[in-house]
């Protein structure tokens, strides 16, 4: 019996959406939507397509670089492969550092560029409705600061504001490519 509890639970399932679907309903899962890693930065709900991160790790042995920004933290090594570290914090004008033994980094999957996005917690995967997307983004823009620029959507769910940050449009601009 126990051995066929998974075909079980499926049939169930099945049993559930054909039911709907005469009632002209839909059955749906959380993952019909786009896979997203959310995180936080200085309290502000930000995330970023789960394709655009090759992988989560703590901030350990942060080799620090001189005469750099100081949103440019440092540099770690991950498997061998050296990543630049930007305190997203920082390099957004927050004013306070990501602490280093505290935060979370985001190894970005980008093969021009090894980069990491340091932030203060990583909360995991998100999927937003498409009537959960904000009318109008410019009014929330304002608290954002230096990340308003990459910002190109956001959503609010459970009674948070979420802001999708392009991290292609991140890793291209000059002002993040400028480290010195």
């Known amino acids: 019996m126990i051995e066929n509890a998974p075909f079980a639970m499926l049939s ?9 679907a005469e009632q002209g309903l839909s059955y749906s899962t959380q993952s019909a939507g786009v896979k997203n890693i959310a995180y936080i ?6 995330y970023c397509d789960a394709k655009d991160v090759k992988e989560v790790s703590t901030c350990e042995s942060l080799m620090v670089v001189p005469q750099t920004k100081a949103w440019m933290r440092g540099l770690i090594n ?9 305190d997203l914090s920082l390099f957004a004008g927050f004013g306070r550092a990501t602490p280093q033994q505290k935060g979370h980094l985001l190894l970005l999957n980008d093969a021009s560029q090894q980069s990491a ?3 203060n917690r990583v909360i995991g995967f998100r999927y937003f409705e498409g009537e959960q997307e904000f009318d109008n983004l410019d009014d929330r823009l304002e608290r954002l600061d230096g990340l ?6 956001g959503f609010s769910a459970d009674g948070q504001d979420w802001f999708r940050l392009d991290v292609s ?9 400028e480290v010195q």
Not at 148 to 153: C, G, I, K, L, W
């Open 78 to 86: 991950s498997k061998g492969v050296l990543y630049s570290v930007t």
């Open 117 to 119: 996005l340091l932030v």
């Open 169 to 177: 449009k991140l890793l291209s601009s000059e002002q993040f490519r």
């Open 148 to 153: 308003s620029t990459f910002v190109d959507t």
């Open 12 to 20: 169930s399932i099945r049993q559930e959406a054909l039911a709907l």
């Open 41 to 46: 930065v200085n309290g502000v709900n930000f």
